[in-house]
């Protein structure tokens, strides 16, 4: 049964019910009752395993502060015998995680956001300026009229520059008065653009397919954000015709969308492959797939999030994911485990690789590109060995890595 279809039947909306099967409202009374006629079943079935996810989520919250040294086998006493207090436990740890989501996020725009960075700087040089032509004034040394006067004007003028640049750095940092987002970057937009597509461009699967008329009804802010994505959906239109989508899906799931037997059966690069994978329409028999790719400096260019998943904007991300490690080897394929920090944490399965983007020439940059495909890792792979990645220094707790170029926030 559908989702819509069931909260149709029991009067409530599709939005709701989804909130009940992801734990974020509890249900009882009429509610209930309506779930139970909808399914056919009788409402003592749904509610005998009501305190299971809350105890789930009980150990998940002290897997993830393994310090606290929590009595985890305790964890179903614990729900029964107090459950207002077991649920305010696991509302805190979900908005710890949250918070913490956040503070990734904004550390990440602090400290690689251009607009920002250019505020500071002209703040800084306003600053210095007045700080050098005054200590020429009060430094005892005697000058003549006309010098005051100009280096008065130095200061008026530099002054005027301070207050300028102060407004607008504090007009970029405040929240706009209607609540919305700050103005995204032509790559946002980009990212924006293909979120509410869903990542797949049904437009382009065909041969019929025009890019020019996407672009149309795009309704970018910037010309900038149309430039980049002309390029991306023009790689994606020949992503399309090289691997037919009814003929990839079919071949994907009889090859357990392993990229490498699919990049050598449609006679593709790995890339290609990977970034035709991560474009697959939503279907129970496709896992969920996430995307990213970077350029040579690590910079993150395209990024395709699922759930736990997510890299910073800039080069502050953690290098030992396998789309950075990739960089150092060009042409290699790379498949990794990787697991984020905490006892509970994620662990996802990672292709990864490498290589110039546009043909090699010998007399010129060949600019080089990396894309990696994350996915759950399956079950079968529960034993194998595991890289321990981190959303950046700033915010992994992991205190022991080799990898690390600052200092935690988080430690």
């Not at 989702?3 to 149709?8: F, I, R, S």
């Not at 908005?95 to 989501?101: G, K, S, V, Y």
């Not at 706009?176 to 990542?199: I, Q, W």
């Not at 150092?328 to 790379?334: D, H, N, V």
């Amino acid at each position: 049964m559908r989702q819509a279809d069931l909260a149709k039947a029991a009067g409530i909306s599709a939005s709701y019910l989804n909130l009940i099967e992801h734990n974020r409202r509890r249900i009882g009374g009429r509610v209930l009752n309506d779930l139970a006629r909808a399914l056919g079943l009788d409402p003592t079935q749904l509610s005998e395993g009501a305190e299971t996810a809350l105890i789930q989520d009980l150990r998940g919250a002290a897997a993830t502060r393994s310090a606290a040294e929590a009595e985890v086998d305790r964890a179903e006493e614990f729900a029964g015998r107090f459950p207002g207090w077991a649920g305010l436990v696991t509302d805190q740890a979900a908005q710890i995680a949250r918070l913490e989501a956040k503070v990734k996020s904004l550390t990440d725009r602090m400290a690689h956001d251009p607009q920002l960075a250019t505020s500071l700087h002209e703040v800084i040089s306003a600053v210095t300026s007045i700080r050098s032509t005054s200590s020429i004034l009060v430094g005892g040394e005697v000058l003549d009229r006309d010098w005051q006067e100009r280096f008065h004007r130095n200061i008026y003028n530099d002054s005027q520059r301070l207050a300028d640049s102060s407004r607008a750095l504090v007009g970029y940092l405040e929240a706009p008065a209607d609540g919305g987002a700050l103005a995204l970057s032509p790559v946002e937009e980009v990212d924006a653009y293909f979120d509410r597509r869903g990542h797949h461009i049904a437009d382009l699967e065909g041969p019929e397919g025009s890019v020019e008329a996407l672009i149309a009804d795009a309704a970018l802010a910037t010309s900038a954000a149309e430039l980049l994505l002309q390029s991306c959906l023009a790689l994606y239109r020949d992503d399309a015709r090289a691997m037919p989508l009814a003929e990839f899906e079919a071949t994907a799931i009889e090859l357990r969308h392993d990229p490498a037997l699919l990049a050598a059966r449609f006679g593709v690069g790995p890339a290609a492959v990977l970034r035709r994978l991560s474009s697959l329409p939503e279907r129970p028999a496709h896992p969920a797939f996430g995307f990213a790719s970077c350029d040579g400096a690590g910079a993150v260019t395209r990024l395709k999030t699922i759930e736990g998943f997510s890299l910073p904007r800039a080069a502050a991300a953690c290098p030992v994911w396998p789309l950075f490690q990739a960089l150092s080897r060009p042409g290699q394929p790379i498949r990794a485990v990787v697991a984020l920090p905490g006892e509970g944490g994620r662990r996802y399965l990672c292709h990864a690789i490498a290589g110039p983007l546009g043909p090699v020439r010998f007399d010129g940059l060949s600019p080089v590109e990396a894309v990696m495909l994350v996915q759950s890792a399956p079950a079968s792979l529960s034993g194998s060995a595991e890289l321990a990645v981190g959303g950046g220094c700033r915010i992994c707790p992991r205190s022991s890595c080799p990898a690390r170029r600052e200092p935690s926030l988080l430690a």
